[in-house]
């Protein structure tokens, strides 16, 4: 069993930026994938951004130059950096690992 802790979440006005972050309470060396997933009210959880192990990426596309994900596999911690915020970008962020165990979720509000 692997605990995953997001923090970072906040209110920030269109254009600000956020940093998020996922601590694994192990190793995620080994598990493959790690993702950011967010969910707007009234709308299905969607994938924003994943990891693999030797760091190749991949973004929705309406975030898109706008968020970096990485990982520091020694802290045991992925990272989402939003720059260049929008109102659309408001939701519960949760981080994902190996899609099997999800983080409690961060709120991030963007006020326009």
């Known amino acids: 069993q692997v605990q995953l802790v997001e923090s970072g979440g906040g209110l920030v006005q269109a254009g600000g930026s956020l940093r998020l972050s996922c601590v694994a309470s192990?190793?995620?060396?080994?598990?493959?994938?790690m993702a950011w997933h967010r969910q707007a009210p009234g709308k299905q959880r969607e994938s924003v951004a994943q990891i693999t192990i030797d760091g190749r990426t991949d973004y929705l596309d309406s975030v898109k130059g706008r968020f970096t994900i990485s990982r520091d596999n020694a802290k045991n911690t992925v990272y989402l950096q939003m720059n260049s915020l929008k109102p659309e970008d408001t939701g519960v962020y949760y981080c994902?690992?190996?899609?099997?165990?999800w983080g409690q979720g961060t709120q991030v509000t963007v006020s326009s």
């Open positions: 192990r190793s995620i060396f080994s598990f493959g994938i």
């Open positions: 994902n690992l190996a899609s099997k165990f």
